[in-house]
C-alpha cells in the first residue's frame, strides 16, 4: 500500500522530475566519452563547491566546505589503473595526507564515541573526508582498527585511550583506506593485518574469507565479502550479542549515509549482490561508513524522490549537524532502508522514474541491476548546491 502511495505521490511534480532524469541520462549516455573526458579535466582544474559564508555563531570555527582532491573522482580508467597499481597512487595519497594534516589538524569533522557494555566504537576523522575506527575491548584494553589511512591520527587515538592495538580491518586496497597498514603495524609488533588476499591490500598478514571471524578479546567481527567497489572489498560485522548492544557494520565503500560507492571493479549486478547482503542486516545495525558524504549524498536523494519525507528529515538533521562540523555518524540500517535510493531499487517510486520496462522474462533481479546503474550514473553527473 506505503508503495502505491507513494507511486501516486510521484505524479505532478514528481513524474516531471522523472522526465527530467530520463533526459539528464539519455544525454549522459548519448555523450559519455567527450563529457567523461571534459569532467576528467575540470576535477583537476577546479573545485567541486563554492565556499560557504561565514556560519552565524561566533563560537564556531569558521571551515569552507572546499573538498581536497578526491582519486576516486570520474578521470577515466588509465588514472584508476595509476592509483592502484603504481607508485604514483601512494604519492598522491601522501601529498592528500599532507594537505589534510594542515588543513585540519584536529580533524575535519567533530565525532562522539559510543559506549556499550564493555564496548567502545570511536570514529577518527582522516583525510579530507575519510573515517577510520578504533573498536575497542574496554575491559581487555584491547583495540581494533578499521581502515587506519592516517597513522599519526589513529596512534593518537590509540595513546589517548591507553589500549593495544592487536589487529588492523581494511575493507579495501585503496591508498585512502590501507596508507596505515605499514607504520601501524611496524609500530605495534604484534598487530595483525587482515583484509581480502583478492585486493593486493598492502602488508596484509591474515587473508580472510567470506563470513571469516576475527576474534580480539570479546569482540567478534565477521568480514563479509562485497565486490563491487573493488574485486575484494569486505564489510566488518561486529556481532553485539556479546555486550548485548546493537550489532556495528563498518561499510568501507560499499555503503555510506544515502549512498554507495561507484563500481570500479565490477557490474552492476556484482554491488547489488553486495547491496543486498547487508540489507539482510537486522534494522537497529549501526551503520559506520567509510566517508563523510551525507549531506551530498541526501542531495542526491531528492533528486531522484522528491517527495520522501524520510530524506526530508535526515537531511534537515544532517545540515544541523555539519554547521557545527559533527559527525553525522553512525545512522542505521532500519533509517536507510528509507531513504537510501541505492537500498530501494525494489521500490515502485524509482522503478517508475527510472527503471528500464520489464524484460520479456521478467526478471526483477536484472531490472534492479539495471535500476541501479542509472542511480550510479546520475549520481556521478550530480553536482549538490
Known amino acids: 500500500m506505503a508503495a502505491v502511495v507513494a507511486a501516486t505521490a510521484l505524479k505532478g511534480r514528481g513524474a516531471r522530475n522523472a522526465r527530467v532524469l530520463r533526459g539528464i541520462l539519455s544525454g549522459a549516455t548519448a555523450n559519455k566519452a567527450s563529457q567523461n573526458r571534459s569532467r576528467a579535466l575540470q576535477s583537476h582544474s577546479s573545485p567541486e563547491c563554492k565556499e560557504e559564508p561565514e556560519p552565524l555563531s561566533p ?10 582532491k578526491n582519486p576516486m573522482k570520474a578521470v577515466g580508467l588509465a588514472w584508476y589503473s595509476l592509483y592502484t597499481r603504481t607508485r604514483l597512487g601512494y ?36 583525510l579530507s573526508d575519510n573515517y577510520s575506527y578504533l573498536i575497542i575491548d574496554t575491559q581487555a584494553r584491547l583495540a ?37 597498514n605499514r607504520d601501524l603495524s611496524r609500530r605495534h609488533q604484534d598487530c595483525r593485518v587482515y583484509g581480502s588476499p583478492q585486493d593486493n591490500i598492502p ?14 578479546g570479546r569482540l567478534q567481527i565477521q568480514a563479509l565479502a562485497t565486490p563491487g567497489h573493488t574485486q575484494g572489498h569486505l ?34 549486478e ?19 561508513p567509510g566517508h563523510e558524504y551525507a549531506e551530498e549524498n541526501l542531495g ?71 535500476l541501479l546503474e542509472r542511480l ?3 549520481k556521478d553527473l550530480h553536482k549538490s548546491k
Not at 235 to 263: I, M, N
Not at 310 to 335: D, F, H, I, N, Y
Open 270 to 288: 556484482t554491488m547489488l549482490s553486495s547491496l543486498d547482503t547487508v540489507l539482510g542486516l537486522g534494522d537497529d545495525t549501526l551503520l559506520w
Open 59 to 68: 563560537e564556531l570555527e569558521y571551515i569552507p566546505r572546499k573538498r581536497g
Open 203 to 216: 602488508y596484509l598478514t591474515h587473508p580472510l574469507c567470506h563470513q571469516d571471524v576475527v576474534s580480539v
Open 300 to 370: 542526491f536523494a531528492g533528486v531522484v524522490e522528491p517527495e520522501n519525507l524520510a530524506r526530508e528529515r535526515k537531511m534537515q538533521w544532517v545540515q544541523r549537524q555539519r554547521m557545527e562540523r559533527k559527525s553525522t555518524c553512525p545512522s542505521t540500517l532500519g533509517e536507510e532502508r528509507s531513504y537510501n535510493p541505492f537500498l530501494r531499487t525494489h521500490c515502485l517510486v524509482l522503478q517508475e522514474a527510472l527503471g528500464p520496462s520489464p524484460g520479456p522474462t521478467g526478471d526483477d533481479g536484472c531490472s534492479r541491476a539495471q
Open 376 to 378: 550510479r550514473q546520475l
Open 235 to 268: 564489510v566488518y560485522l561486529l556481532d553485539g550479542e556479546p555486550y548485548e548492544g546493537p550489532s556495528c557494520l563498518f561499510s568501507g565503500d560499499l555503503l555510506f549515509l544515502s549512498g554507495c560507492g561507484r563500481t570500479f571493479e565490477g557490474t552492476a
Open 91 to 126: 604519492l598522491f595519497y601522501r601529498q592528500q595526507l599532507r594537505r589534510a594534516r594542515n588543513r585540519y589538524p584536529k580533524g575535519h569533522s567533530r565525532t562522539q564515541p559510543r559506549l556499550f557494555n564493555g564496548v567502545k566504537v570511536l570514529p577518527i576523522p582522516v
Open 144 to 180: 581494533v582498527a578499521v581502515d587506519p589511512s592516517d597513522p599519526q591520527a589513529v596512534q593518537a587515538s590509540i595513546e589517548k585511550e591507553g589500549v593495544n592495538l592487536v589487529a588492523i580491518l581494511c575493507t579495501h586496497k585503496h591508498w585512502d583506506h590501507s596508507g596505515g
